[in-house]
């Protein structure tokens, strides 16, 4: 016989805590029930000297660890869309399958979701079953879930229509992992042809050129220009290459530092918005997140002033947080949505059309869904020109670098062998 630890509630609400040595686990929950108790969570019970053991590493952590240290070992990872997507996607396939939530969330536990580890449903599962709405569990857990994750099941809870919400964000999470794959993906390409350019151009004047410099050097011949060029650069970079390094290291704090003040973050924000090529793409994405995001949200049934609040906190963007922020208030003191974003000067006069049309006809989230529609579709477009672009002006300035250092070399060779023959 096995003893069973257990938790359960009487009819009356009132929590029981006790211990019943039994087969299996079955037959305690089989116990339990017949106590005339409803099983909250049952447990192997554990022995005095594993259980002291177990709460005097848990003290020593508490009283010796700095808690620095502590916060880095109990911190999760916070998930990445695609994760979150596959998550909410199964959890809303359970539930619409006819599974309890709590059946469903002690399913999720043995289902593999990359990025959220099975603890997470597990204490989801123990705070439901103690009480608490599947939105007030999530809270719990800020890591994992944002608030726009929480305030959406809540509405779902309220509303009764937990599954629809759940598939509603799994569908928002996907379309918002796609956006950002294809931004990253636009980026990725270029990117790495610069950073292969480079280690070229620095592996032909660190290793190449000596060599050639050995041959240069046994003939007394006037080096062209564009040689003598090369040869003095390669000697800076091979003689001063930690005055490079240190110059570069340099920068990158100051820049850093910089940008970690809000008037740096300010400035970057607005140039992003503003940078003569990229800026488009990224005005791009920034508005239909906001409408995608806000547009979701009001969908669910949350209301005006929490929804702009979590679509706040969501954007990325100084900018247009500020934007959001004075939009909030005066929606506050009575006013519609359309009227302060147009006075904010920084969302385009279509969204403000659209929007206000939405106002007359009682159809906000839907105009909202059809701008986002709109700016993804755009953003599309975007993205393909930008890269379309980007490739063919790094080959040119690949190709300018190339033939240069060949020019300079085989230049040099030309008039060493020009000297040969006529001697």
């Known amino acids: 016989m096995a003893q069973f630890s257990y938790k359960a509630r009487r009819r009356s609400g009132e929590v029981v805590i006790g211990v019943v040595e039994v087969a299996d686990r079955g037959a305690a929950l089989s116990q339990i029930e017949r106590l005339g108790l409803f099983p909250v969570a049952v447990e192997a019970a554990k022995g005095a000297a594993v259980a002291l053991g177990e709460r005097s590493a848990a003290r020593f952590k508490a009283d010796f660890l700095p808690q620095s240290v502590r916060h880095f070992l109990s911190r999760k990872r916070k998930p990445s869309l695609q994760e979150l997507a596959t998550f909410t996607s199964q959890l809303a ?26 603890e997470v449903s597990k204490q989801l599962k123990q705070d439901v079953m103690e009480g608490k ?29 937990l599954v629809d919400v759940l598939r509603r964000m799994a569908s928002h999470f996907e379309r918002f992992s796609e956006v950002q ?17 480079i280690l070229i151009v620095i592996f032909f004047m660190t290793y190449m050129l000596p060599k050639f410099l050995a041959i240069f050097e046994g003939f007394s011949v006037p080096l062209p220009a564009s040689t003598q060029l090369l ?4 000697h800076f970079i091979t003689r001063w290459w930690w005055v490079m390094i240190a110059v570069v290291v340099a920068i990158a704090i100051v820049i850093n530092r910089f940008i970690s003040t809000e008037h740096g973050k300010l400035t970057l924000d607005r140039w992003k918005m503003k940078a003569p090529v990229v800026g488009k793409a990224v005005r791009t994405y920034l508005f239909g997140q906001f409408a995608r995001t806000l547009s979701t949200l009001l969908h669910n049934g949350v209301p005006v002033l929490t929804a702009l609040e979590i679509t706040e ?17 005066e929606v506050t003191d009575g006013k519609t949505i359309a009227q302060p974003l147009a006075r904010s000067k920084v969302f385009p006069q279509l969204m403000v059309d659209l929007i206000k049309i939405g106002e007359d006809t009682g159809d906000v989230p839907g105009a909202l869904s059809n701008l986002a529609d709109a700016y993804e579709s755009e953003l599309n477009t975007v993205l393909r020109v930008l890269t379309n672009m980007i490739e063919p002006v790094i080959i040119c300035v690949m190709a300018l670098g190339v ?10 060779l030309f008039s060493i062998t020009s000297s040969i023959n006529a001697q």
């Open 181 to 197: 794959s294809k931004f990253t993906s636009a980026l990725i390409y270029p990117s790495f042809v610069c950073l292969l350019g």
């Open 93 to 118: 396939n359970l539930i619409k399958s006819g599974m309890p939530l709590t059946s469903a969330l002690h399913s999720m536990t043995h289902l593999e979701t990359r990025g959220i580890p099975s």
């Open 133 to 161: 709405g599947l939105s007030e569990a999530m809270a719990r857990q800020p890591v994992v879930f944002s608030s726009l994750y929480i305030n959406m099941v809540k509405s779902g809870e309220q509303s009764g229509s």
């Open 403 to 412: 033939g240069f250092l060949l020019l300079s070399v085989l230049s040099a």
């Open 231 to 234: 040869i003095g650069f390669s």
């Open 313 to 329: 906190q969501i954007i990325p963007n100084r900018i247009l947080k500020a934007a959001i922020a004075k939009t909030r208030e």
